[in-house]
C-alpha cells in the first residue's frame, strides 16, 4: 500500500527548531517531486515547499527558514524548521506529487508554537 | 504569491449540480495545465479529485468534472450527494516555480 507517515510535530517555544519528518511506504519517494503543506486551525491549504527528484529545491516566501531535504536510504523526507513564529502553527502535511497534482497525502502532523 | 480566489462557500440539494470557480492570473491558472483539485472532511486529509486541469485519478467519480478557462479554472459536481459535503480547494503551478492554492469552498448539501 502506497502509504506517507509524517512525525515530529510538537509543542516548541517561539525561536525554536523542530524537523518534520515523513516515511514513504509502498513506492520509492526518490523518484518524485515531493510537496510540504500546512493547514493552520480553521484555515485553507498553504503550500510550504517542494523537493524535486533531482533534488531542486522551492520554498514559499514564508518558508524562508525552512530547508526541505530527503534521505534515499530511509526512503524518507524532511522539513527542518529554525526561528519557528506563533504563525508557524498548523497541521503539516507531506504530499507525492503526480502530474503536477498531489495524489498521496499524509496524516499530518502539528506543529504548535507557543511559549 | 496571493491565494487563488475561490467562493467561500456554496450550496445545492441532492442531484443537483454545482459550480466552484478559482481565480488566478496569467502566471499561475492561465499559464499551466498544473491545475488540481482536493476534497476535504473535516479532521481528514485532503484528498486528489483532479489533476492537470480536468483528469480524475482512478477511484474519483465521473460526477466530478474540472475545466478551465483563461485564468479561471472549474469543478462541476453533478448528481450532489451528502457526502460531496466538504471543503474543496484548488491548486496551480506558478510561473515562479511554486505553488498556490485556493482559500477553500465549503459546499454545504441541503
Known amino acids: 500500500e502506497v502509504q506517507l507517515v509524517e512525525s515530529g510535530g510538537r509543542l516548541v517555544q517561539p525561536g525554536g527548531s523542530l524537523r518534520l519528518s515523513c516515511a514513504a511506504s509502498g513506492f520509492t519517494l526518490s523518484v518524485y517531486d515531493m510537496h510540504w503543506v500546512r493547514q493552520a486551525a480553521g484555515k485553507g491549504l498553504e503550500w510550504v515547499s517542494t523537493?524535486?527528484?533531482?533534488?531542486?529545491t522551492y520554498y514559499a516566501a514564508s518558508a524562508s527558514r525552512f530547508t526541505i531535504s530527503r534521505e534515499d536510504a530511509k526512503n524518507s523526507l524532511f522539513l527542518q524548521m529554525n526561528n519557528l513564529r506563533a504563525g508557524d502553527t498548523a497541521v503539516y502535511y507531506c504530499?507525492?506529487?503526480?502530474?503536477?497534482?498531489?495524489?498521496?497525502w499524509g496524516q499530518g502532523t502539528t506543529v504548535t508554537v507557543s511559549s | 504569491q496571493s491565494a487563488l480566489t475561490q467562493p467561500a462557500s456554496v450550496s445545492g440539494s441532492p442531484g443537483q449540480s454545482i459550480t466552484i470557480s478559482c481565480t488566478g492570473t496569467?502566471?499561475?491558472?492561465?499559464?499551466?495545465?498544473?491545475v488540481s483539485w482536493y476534497q476535504q472532511h473535516p479532521g481528514k486529509a485532503p484528498k486528489f479529485m483532479i489533476y492537470?486541469?480536468?483528469n480524475r485519478p482512478s477511484g474519483v467519480s465521473d460526477r466530478f468534472y474540472g475545466s478551465k478557462s483563461g485564468n479561471t479554472a472549474s469543478l462541476t459536481i453533478s448528481g450532489l450527494r451528502e457526502e460531496d459535503e466538504a471543503d474543496y480547494y484548488c491548486c496551480s503551478y506558478t510561473s515562479s516555480n511554486t505553488w498556490v492554492f485556493g482559500g477553500g469552498t465549503r459546499l454545504t448539501v441541503l
Open positions: 504530499a507525492r506529487d503526480r502530474e503536477g497534482g498531489m495524489d498521496v
Open positions: 523537493i524535486g527528484s533531482a533534488g531542486d
Open positions: 496569467s502566471s499561475d491558472v492561465g499559464a499551466y495545465k498544473y
Open positions: 492537470e486541469v480536468s
